[in-house]
C-alpha cells in the first residue's frame, strides 16, 4: 500500500467509475487538506482513511474505492475492515465504519451484495423539454418546502419520512455553498407544491447527479418524480448524470431505469 497525495487520489477517482465516486469525492474536494485525512493506493483501489473526535466521539472512517477493473476491491476492503476494527478497539465509545464503493455493470455477487448500500446508475444527458410545472426554486421557497414536508415526516414508508426530513431540515444557503452549481425543483399544481428534488454539477468531475427526490404521497402516480428528473436533466444535457437509489428503494430504481439510467456500480457499508 502506498501513500498518495489528494490530488493523485483525483485523478484515479476521475479515471473510472466516475459515477460511483462523486459523492465522496465532493467531500474529498471540501475536506482534503484536514490534516487527519489519509490516501493510499493498493491493488486498484483507492483507500481513504480518516478518524476525529466529535461530540463526545471517537470517528473512524475508511472508504475504499474501485479505481481499475481489475482490482482487489474485496481483498482490500476486508483488510481495511479489519485494521478498522482493531483500531476502534483502543476507544472506548468509537463509531466506526468502511464503505467500499464498487464498480460494476452488472448486478453484484450474492457476496457483495450481503451488505447495506445503494446503487449507482449512470447516463449521458440528451436535450429534453421541461415540464413547465415544474420550477428552480431559491432560499425564499424553503419555508413551503417546509410547509410541504411537514405532515409527512410521520409518512406512509420509511423512504417518505427520511426524505420528507431531509427536505424539512434543509439548509439551503449551506447546500449552495457547499455544492458547486446547486438547484432545488419544484413541481406545482397550479399553486400546491407537490414535489421537489435537488441537483448539483461539479465541474471537476464533469458529472451532474440527482441528490434527491420526493414526490408528496398524495400526488404520486402522476409521473411527477419523472418530470422534476427532466427538469433537472434539461439544465445540462450535454452532460454525464448520476443517480443514487438505495439497495432496497424499488420505486427509485425503477425510476433511474425509465428515464434512461443503466447501473454503474454500487456503494456497500462492510462496518
Sequence with gaps: MTQITFEEAKKHLCSY?????CEVFRQ???????????????????IMEDEYDY?????IDYKVHQCAPDAEIDAVAGEEKRKCL???AKYENPTAWVVKFVVSKVELTPEQNQFYGWRNYARMGHPVTPDPRVREMNGDDIPMVKAACEPWLEGDTN????????FYDMDYKFQSEFQENYALYGIFDGDTLCGM???????????????DIFVLPPHRGKGYG????????????????HYQAARDNAP?????KSLGFTLEGAGLFIV
Excluded: M
Design 197 to 211: 428534488a435537488n441537483a448539483t454539477y461539479d465541474p471537476d468531475l464533469d458529472l451532474a447527479w440527482l441528490l
Design 55 to 59: 461530540n463526545g466521539r471517537h470517528y
Design 159 to 166: 423512504w417518505s419520512r427520511q426524505l420528507a426530513k431531509d
Design 28 to 46: 474529498y474536494k471540501k475536506w482534503h487538506d484536514s490534516d487527519h485525512s489519509k490516501f493510499f493506493l493498493d491493488r486498484g483501489c483507492v
Design 226 to 241: 419523472k418530470a422534476l428528473v427532466e427538469a433537472a436533466l434539461a439544465k445540462y444535457p450535454d452532460k454525464k448524470w
Design 252 to 256: 427509485s430504481i425503477a425510476l433511474a
Design 17 to 21: 467509475g466516475t459515477a460511483v465516486h
Design 86 to 88: 482493531e483500531h476502534a
